[in-house]
């Protein structure tokens, strides 16, 4: 076993200051210790994926930002929609790790329905895949638009309030939908006000790409 | 985030010698750096809980270990079978993972169906809730009937061939089901024989106790 781990995490909107854009990184490298976390990010995207369609466009242009990292043990796309993900795994022979596919499978522990809270109007498909009937959709928070709102503290409030419908639903866990919700930090008090165990996106990449590594 | 986590081990079989019952923790702690793991064993199980009416007999016994440990953040139960962990859930205030759980958790990352490899003739409950339908099962490798077969060269090779079997059969990841699997640490082999992603019983279960512990 190495003692340090290098990750390559693919930023799917454009953020011109470094330092925001590796606040994904900094989390993970702040959570696992031997792992060091180099942030790239697409360009032409100042507003991110927001729907099927620019995610759908921005592909070819995610896998080639995924074959310009080097000498890295393991590759993040830092998106709970996973965009690219089946692509780069075909472009590239290291392990490829998806934000949705993670928070998803560490979902599937807890042997109960799952709460799916995000910012979109759709489910990302990652979720829908991994959680399938056992997923509960009550849709997206409201007034939240954009992960900036979630900064704001009637944003905050209206997670709250989704999050304890979802569990008025039946929900036994809850699986966030968004990396804006680890940039944001709502996890842990989220959980605290549910009662329920609640995954953190950012979180949830870092430790499947920690496991990726364990396993080289 | 605190920079050492505690977590308790619970080893379901009678083990005289804490060197060898402490292999699961030291195997943990090594891939695990700001963890320190405690190991108690159950007593009166000389050979394990290789059945389910053992299994069942220990619930009682198991759910005493656990609640015997003092100040850790995590309790893992150290089998892929998850004996007693719902009862365990009941009785503490701490996060509780089972090996099993865990290893099925993981598995459902990679979106394609899992072969399930261990070593009874049955296929342990969590394996089967978790995967469900995305199951392959093609019973226990030849010649291999407790985990101490695991450190021959046959029972490596009959293990190799089931392996090799679950991926003609559609697997595109294995489910390793025996805690055994790790002890012998066939995973990275096994992995790398195959092509597919193997996941390891106690690196799993130290993955999602780490993650617990990140998670308070």
């Known amino acids: 076993m190495k003692n340090c781990y290098k990750a390559g995490l693919i930023r799917v909107i ?22 060091t976390v180099e942030t790239k990010c697409i360009s032409g995207y100042p507003e ?35 965009p690219a993900v089946p692509e780069i795994k075909n472009a590239v022979d290291i392990p490829v790790i998806g934000a949705g596919s993670s928070v998803a ?17 759709h489910v990302p498909q990652p979720y829908l895949e991994i959680l399938g009937k056992d997923l509960i959709d009550l849709g997206r928070p409201e007034g939240v638009v954009t992960t900036l709102d979630l900064m704001k503290e009637s944003g905050v409030k209206a997670v709250e309030k989704l999050a304890m419908m979802l569990k008025d639903a039946g929900a036994g866990a809850i699986a966030l939908a968004c990396t804006g919700m680890s940039t ?9 006000k549910t009662g329920l165990p609640v995954i ?11 496991y990726e590594c364990l396993s080289k």
Do not use: W
Not at 201 to 209: I, K, W
């Open 14 to 35: 454009t953020i011109p200051d470094a330092e925001v854009a590796g606040i994904h990184g900094r989390l993970i490298m702040e959570k696992f210790p031997n792992m």
């Open 105 to 121: 499978a560490i979902a599937r522990r807890f042997g109960s329905k799952v709460g799916v809270l995000g910012i979109t109007d």
């Open 184 to 192: 944001a930090g709502v996890a842990k008090s989220l959980a605290k």
């Open 48 to 82: 991110g994926l927001y729907s099927i369609e620019l995610k759908n466009a921005a592909i070819p242009q995610i896998v080639e930002v995924a074959q310009s990292f080097k000498d890295i043990d393991v590759l993040i796309v830092s998106c709970a929609e996973d």
């Open 200 to 210: 953190d996106p950012v979180t949830a990449e870092g430790l499947m790409a920690y």
